[in-house]
């Protein structure tokens, strides 16, 4: 059982988070591979065939000899049509994981609403993401002006502050705060059914309200997930360089080596990809368990279900 509707200060926001992948982690992965599964494979189809274009190209000229940038320009020319198809094709899967990506941990926490011992289905979830796709999508594009333009101005003040030393503690608490204020507009604007300002006020009221409780929650998780991606992702990429430079520094480097050099780096992206992807579910689970301890408070549901408790065993 994982109780939604509850009223949590920092620590048990932080204890929480990690908690409800303890208790629902099997069932939350499980259904998440399930909903991007097939995704998954179609990218990372493509982004084989466009890295046999790009990198391929790059590591056999500079296995050959004859690297320069000519040889690159005329090479990417000649296929600029298989490129420019590819890279839509990479565009429109990105885009389409991305609502996927976004929308799962909310519509999974929605689920649980009425009943927190449930396990939902892959049924079910995949019928909730279909029937909000179009505000997803909605909600994606109008971020992409709103929230993009918003960001650029305060990030773009922090970095101005920078030269006078207070602008580096001050992104500390920039990036959380705009990343929270993202997905609890996110969390509002799809549970809540309101509109995109709407959710925006509730979750700035929100961030406001709980300010440090807030802040410090989702910059201490997003430094742990930072921590395990980095140490990750270090591994192949550092197995990835020994073996290029040990064969550069061998002079024996062939063709089918550059070729299995840029299939390696290739795979490399993907782990980051859905290393990444798998670690943002965390940040987007602590945001929904902000959601819901504001809403407890705005709502009381845990004050009403022990009155309804007690009413039962009187009767």
Same mark, same amino acid.
């Given at each position: 059982m994982f109780p939604l509707f509850k009223i949590r200060d920092f620590g048990i926001l932080f204890n929480e988070t990690f908690g409800f992948f303890k208790i629902k982690g099997k069932n939350f992965f499980a259904n998440y591979f399930k909903s991007l599964a097939i995704l998954f494979v179609v990218l990372s189809v493509i982004l084989y065939f466009f890295g046999n274009f790009y990198y391929t190209s790059f590591f056999q000229s500079l296995g050959n000899?004859?690297?320069?940038?000519?040889?690159? !320009? &005329?090479?990417?020319?000649?296929? +600029?049509?298989t490129i420019v198809l590819l890279g839509i094709l990479m565009l429109l899967i990105s885009l389409a994981i991305g609502a996927i990506q976004i929308s799962y941990p909310v519509l999974y926490l929605k689920l649980l609403e009425k009943d927190p011992e449930k396990k939902p289905t892959y049924n079910e979830i995949k019928k909730e993401i279909w029937s909000n796709l179009g505000r997803v999508l909605l909600f994606v594009i109008i971020s992409i002006f709103f929230f993009g333009i918003l960001s650029i101005i305060i990030l773009g003040i922090c970095m101005l502050l920078i030269f006078v030393i207070i602008g580096i503690p001050l992104m500390l608490i920039v990036f959380p705060y705009l990343m929270g204020l993202f997905y609890l507009t996110f969390y509002q604007y799809i549970i809540k059914k309101e509109g995109y300002f709407e959710s925006f006020s509730f979750a700035f009221r929100t961030i406001n309200n709980n300010f440090w409780t807030i802040? =410090? !929650? %989702?910059?201490?998780?997003?430094?742990? %997930?930072?921590? %395990?991606?980095?140490?990750?992702?270090?591994?192949?990429? $550092?197995?990835?360089?020994?073996?290029?430079?040990?064969? +550069?520094?061998?002079?024996?480097?062939?063709?089918?080596?550059? =070729? $299995?050099?840029?299939?390696?780096?290739?795979?490399?992206? $993907?782990?980051?990809?859905?290393?990444? $992807?798998?670690?943002? &579910?965390?940040?987007?689970?602590?945001?929904?368990?902000?959601y819901y301890s504001e809403r407890e408070k705005i709502e009381n549901h845990a004050a009403k279900n022990d009155i309804d408790l007690i009413g039962q065993m009187d009767e």
């Open positions: 000899g004859d690297f320069n940038d000519a040889y690159l !320009s &005329n090479y990417y020319s000649d296929n +600029a049509g802040i =410090g !929650s %989702i910059l201490c998780i997003s430094f742990i %997930i930072n921590i %395990i991606n980095y140490i990750i992702l270090m591994i192949p990429y $550092m197995i990835f360089f020994f073996a290029m430079f040990a064969g +550069a520094s061998g002079n024996n480097v062939g063709t089918e080596d550059m =070729g $299995m050099m840029a299939i390696m780096l290739m795979l490399i992206y $993907m782990i980051a990809i859905i290393t990444t $992807m798998l670690l943002n &579910n965390v940040i987007l689970i602590n945001c929904g368990l902000i």
